[in-house]
């Protein structure tokens, strides 16, 4: 049986591919594993029967056999470490691109879903334009101290990796904030990630969910 990954039955990203099944489809995408989804409503997400696969009634989850997992890196970890392709042979190298996957989640987007959260549900607050420009601050910083690492290479170790797929999707969350038209480097790494058939595909997947929604 082929796996099955659990998406938003209407995603709120409306369709730009920053629901947090994005980096898991593009990792099958890319180790070319077909998959089937399930698609759950935001009542069903809070239902026992999604909660028995993941207890914070969140998205993605996915299950494979007896094998049921939930978190994007996780899953992306899982599929990394199954099939060739995202992790290289080397074991150091391998070691490497997992440690950019836990960066990835737990350096470079904190401050980047706290600033887009922001900027989404606290735009009427009095304080809000303080808040964000302190925000702005915070991610400004990571994205200078991840410049001066990536510098002009084209990933981040050699060949694309896992590492590459987790660090691209946090780094697409600010697409529309501007905050990347100081760090040309940033997005010209971005936009290869982008232009990766696997992307692609998972895109128009996710996108076609959307579409489908709305009609």
Avoid at 112 to 125: C, N, P, Q, Y
Avoid at 173 to 188: K, Q, V
Wanted: hydrophobic letters at 45%; proline letters at 6%.
């Amino acid at each position: 049986m082929l796996p099955t990954l659990t998406v938003f039955e209407t995603s709120p990203d409306r369709g730009r591919g920053l629901a947090r099944d994005m980096p898991v489809r593009w990792a099958l995408e890319e180790v070319a594993q077909p998959y089937t989804v399930r698609l759950v409503s935001f009542t069903a997400m809070k239902e026992a029967a999604h909660r028995a696969r993941n207890p914070f009634g969140q998205i993605p989850t996915y299950e494979e056999g007896g094998l049921v997992l939930f978190e994007s890196g996780a899953i992306v970890l899982h599929l990394a470490q199954s099939h060739t392709g995202l992790l290289p042979e080397n074991p150091e190298a391998h070691t490497r691109a997992v440690t950019w996957m836990f960066a990835a989640l737990s350096t470079l987007e904190p401050p980047i879903v706290e600033r887009s959260m922001a900027a989404l549900f606290e735009s009427d607050k009095p304080w809000h334009e303080e808040r964000l420009t302190m925000l702005d601050a915070r991610v400004r910083t990571r994205l200078g101290d991840f410049a001066a690492r990536l510098g002009d290479t084209e990933w981040l170790d050699g060949a694309f990796s896992a590492g590459d797929l987790m660090t691209i999707s946090v780094l697409r969350r600010l697409a529309s904030s501007g905050l990347l038209e100081d760090f040309p480097t940033i997005r010209a790494y971005v936009a290869r990630g982008e232009a990766r058939p696997a992307f692609q595909r998972a895109f128009a997947a996710q996108l076609a969910v959307f579409e489908q929604a709305g009609r």
